[in-house]
């Protein structure tokens, strides 16, 4: 977890945020999920693989829950899931915090099956706290921030 604390932000390429598009369009209106594989490059993490997971929920369009196989990835590394409902839009919930186990969590706000808002939380140890996610596109050295509702 000690990576979780050095890490200032994720860059998503669009190829990989085309595929979350996807996994989250297909499984909406319940809600999905899986990682990001990630390497570090200084204070950054990049996503590199997208790993899709399905949801073994009892209730999928209110939570997402995944059973741990062997695709999830190595550290570093970022667990993401979907928001489909207006009522928990794109912040963690109490749910969420009580029952994510990795450092590094991104939500997805698609209300309607395409997603409108990125937000990336990393656990510390006080708590939860916001970085940026930004897009792989454009100036490397100012990468664009994706959208994100508050």
Partial sequence: MLFARRTR???IPDE???SIAANIAANHPHEAGGYLA?????????ATEHVPLEN???????RFVATATDRVPPEPRVFYHSHTSASTPSGLTGVDRRNIHDPLAMVVFAPHGEPYS???FRL??????????TTADGDPAEPARLPRLV
């Fill in 56 to 62: 073994v929920a009892t209730e999928p369009r209110r």
């Fill in 38 to 46: 990630c390497v570090r490059r200084d204070d950054r993490l990049y």
């Fill in 16 to 18: 990989l945020r085309d």
């Fill in 118 to 120: 990125y937000r990336l």
């Fill in 9 to 11: 932000s994720l860059t």
């Fill in 124 to 133: 510390g140890l006080l708590g939860w706290r916001e970085m940026p996610v």
